[in-house]
């Protein structure tokens, strides 16, 4: 690539070339991790009904790597990227760490922390006002967020002051990981997880993206230090479990760590997956007879894939590290139209919250299954009566993107439809792409064929930005990564 021959050429011709963009300096590295799971039981996040946690099956986990290049002692940029064992990572609950990240780091911007979750569905829960519950025996939501953020902070301070001169692979692999899990039938409607198997099924909704990107950091020796594995798949096979569970990417952390090294800190990333899930779609009976044989759980046979394509991207990237490279961070927030609200849909949602109204009046104890029902519907209603005195509103959203040599990483809050990480793969000018979903507080964004479709997670009370406002994000996602390339070099 073009900074690679600038570097050969001599210091006198790359002057002559500088442009606004970065170039090489010495990249450092650190990494490190920590267990987030609760010791009391606590509410699980990512269903409708009420869940308090049963048990650990897996511990939660939060893994960061923190890097940074320098001219001498002269510090170019820095990213700290942190995978978390969450669903979603609520906007206050990001600042919540950054504040607690400052403390411990006085001097480090902490606009250049981004935190990501996986998606799993059995994990604490992390936004406010969900859940009614039991006020002993259990973690308060308010408890356990403080506790996440002094946890993760702590790290974040750890793996930063651990910065050492290292160096850095990128590679790109395949496993089929993800099955979109919108079916679409003869009557053009569509169904998240709907049966495959009758005679009016014709085919599923949209793309499925089995990239398995990867990147290896070094500090000392030829074992990793840390490795990035972005999968365009959220880690919820086990979705519906009462245990404390970090889902497919426990088994994959730890064959990985039985492969490179008990240190091996592993920063899992979900790339564009708002339609995608883990979950068998067809071909079933065969797909579970060959995991039987293999002797294999669910969680096992997902890990012996995501394993299989780490290795066959190692194999080939390992002696193509880099430890000048440019390193460019750049944050920018956004605004998005957001989806506006039907009359139609208004109704369907004042009716919903009735509804749930009317069971918890029958029953009190139905608040338990119905509150969250009942605020996800009354979401919708708030959003249009502000329509009434905007028309046109926006939702303001923080995305990053971080080139690291020939590679950018790049984040949105939402669960992101897969066709829209596909467009920001195919425009970018990296070398390579990895794209971060849910860096944020979630809610699904759906392609204007899933809102055709219908069905949860293309209707108006799963999302509150569009398919207009997932093309402005896309747009400028791109507009960003390019802007630290010149001329595509």
């Not at 008990?262 to 708002?274: D, Q």
């Not at 194999?315 to 590290?321: C, E, P, S």
């Not at 000048?324 to 944050?331: I, R």
């Not at 990053?400 to 669960?415: K, L, M, P, S, W």
Request: aromatic share 8%; charged share 25%.
């Amino acid at each position: 690539m073009f900074w690679r021959s600038l570097t050969a050429l001599g210091t006198g011709i790359v002057l002559a070339f500088l442009s606004p963009v970065a170039w090489g300096g010495q990249l450092y590295v650190g990494a490190a991790a920590t267990d987030i799971t609760p010791e009391k039981p606590a509410a699980l996040s990512g269903q409708f009904h009420i869940r308090i946690s049963t048990g650990v099956e897996s511990p939660v986990t939060a893994n960061v790597v923190a890097i940074e290049t320098r001219d001498g002692d002269r510090s170019i940029d820095s990213a700290v990227v942190v995978s978390c064992d969450v669903v979603v990572i609520p906007s206050d609950v990001l600042e919540m760490v950054r504040q607690e990240t400052a403390k411990r780091l006085p001097d480090l911007d902490t606009q250049k922390i981004f935190l990501a979750a996986t998606h799993t569905h059995t994990a604490p829960e992390l936004r406010l006002g969900n859940w009614i519950l039991p006020k002993e025996g259990v973690t308060q939501v308010e408890e356990y967020r403080s506790f996440f953020a002094e946890r993760i902070a702590e790290a974040i301070a750890k793996a930063w002051k651990a910065r050492k001169p290292g160096s850095v692979a990128w590679g790109l692999s395949h496993a089929v990981v993800a099955y979109n899990r919108r079916a679409v039938y003869a009557d053009g409607s569509a169904r998240m997880y709907g049966p495959t198997n009758g005679p009016e099924f014709r085919g599923l909704e949209g793309y499925e993206d089995h990239d398995i990107g990867t990147m290896f950091f070094w500090t000392d020796g030829d074992s990793p230090l840390a490795a990035i594995v972005n999968v365009s798949c959220p880690s919820q096979e086990v979705e519906s479990r009462r245990a404390v569970n970090a889902d497919y990417w426990h088994p994959v952390r730890a064959a990985l760590q039985e492969r490179y090294g008990k240190g091996l800190c592993v920063i899992g990333l979900c790339g564009a997956a708002g339609d995608q899930s883990p979950h068998l779609m067809y071909r079933k009976t065969a797909e579970e007879r060959m995991r039987e044989l293999r002797g294999l759980d669910r969680l096992n046979e997902i890990a012996r894939r995501i394993t299989a394509a780490v290795d066959d991207a190692w194999a080939a990237v390992r002696d193509d590290r880099h430890t000048d490279v440019p390193l460019v961070h750049k944050a920018e927030t956004v605004a998005l139209p957001m989806r506006l609200v039907t009359e139609a849909e208004y109704a369907e949602a004042k009716a919903g919250v009735d509804a749930a109204v009317a069971k918890i009046a029958k029953d009190p104890k139905a608040a338990d299954s119905e509150n969250r029902r009942m605020k996800w519907y009354q979401a919708t209603v708030d959003r249009f009566e502000r329509q009434k005195t905007d028309p046109n509103p926006m939702q303001e959203t923080e995305i990053h993107a971080v080139r690291i040599g020939d590679a950018v990483v790049c984040t949105n809050q939402f669960e992101l439809f897969t066709d829209f990480g596909i467009q920001i793969k195919g425009r970018s000018k990296a070398e390579q792409t990895f794209v971060v979903q849910l860096a944020g507080p979630g809610t699904y964004l759906p392609t204007a064929r899933a809102v055709k479709g219908g069905h949860y997670s293309a209707i108006v009370h799963s999302n509150h930005v569009g398919p207009e406002g997932g093309q402005v994000l896309v747009d400028k996602t791109v507009e960003l990564i390019d802007s630290m390339w010149t001329d595509g070099k």
